[in-house]
T-cell receptor, first 114, second 113 residues
């Protein structure tokens, strides 16, 4: 089954404790992206990757890191989480940046930073 | 200021009735406009994608329209069902080569029996 998976789905942590949220897709997509969703603000792009070893900042990259060493995986790293990073995070992927490419979203990771 | 504004923020409709959601955007130039449906606690799912040259696109009971001149789009839900209860998100894409998406905050639709 074609899908985007994220782990963990729920995470409660404390300020400053490094964490990684994994994202994996099995559709051989070139493009992957991370978003955070906060009430009233909609989805905001954190980082995106056009292909292996190619990443770029989105609208809200501060406090986050990403890597794309393999096509299928795109982990999101929070080196020193802070309470303002409490949010719902989504990973998404698509074949590329063609006009009609559909983005497929993962199920989301709800992160709470105390 | 958000480049994609949606209205209303929320609405409640009775099962079987129709409703229309609005999306105004300022992204320019733009490549395409998408509507997503997001059920509570799940990731968004694509409903329609329209390029700047398309005026309308349907997906079952969902019909999206686009007026690129006025930078407005609408999503019409016909004969609503309880399963239509969700958040509907308007997304605008910049031209090819700059794959940054601008998301609206969404309209929450509640369908009641």
């Amino acid at each position: 089954e074609a899908q985007v998976t994220q782990n963990p789905r729920y995470l409660i942590t404390v300020t400053g404790k490094k964490l990684t949220v994994t994202c994996s897709q099995n559709m051989n997509h070139e493009y992957m992206s991370w978003y955070r969703q906060d009430p009233g603000l909609g989805l905001r792009q954190i980082y995106y990757s056009m292909n292996v070893e190619v990443t770029d900042k989105g609208d809200v990259p501060e406090g986050y890191k990403v890597s794309r060493k393999e096509k299928r995986n795109f982990p999101l790293i929070l080196e020193s989480p802070s309470p303002n990073q409490t949010s719902l995070y989504f990973c998404a992927s698509s074949f590329g940046d063609r006009v009609v490419d559909t983005q497929y979203f993962g199920p989301g990771t709800r992160l709470t930073v105390l | 200021k958000n480049q994609v504004e949606q209205s209303p923020q929320s609405l409640i409709i009775l099962e079987g009735k129709n409703c229309t959601l609005q999306c105004n955007y300022t992204v320019s130039p733009f490549s395409n406009l998408r509507w997503y449906k997001q059920d509570t606690g799940r990731g968004p799912v694509s409903l329609t994608i329209m390029t700047f040259s398309e005026n309308t696109k349907s997906n079952g009971r969902y019909t999206a329209t686009l007026d690129a001149d006025t930078k407005q789009s609408s999503l019409h839900i016909t004969a609503s069902q309880l399963s239509d209860s969700a958040s509907y998100i308007c997304v605008v894409s910049a031209p090819l080569g700059d794959y940054k998406l601008s998301f609206g905050a969404g309209t929450t639709v509640t369908v009641r029996a």
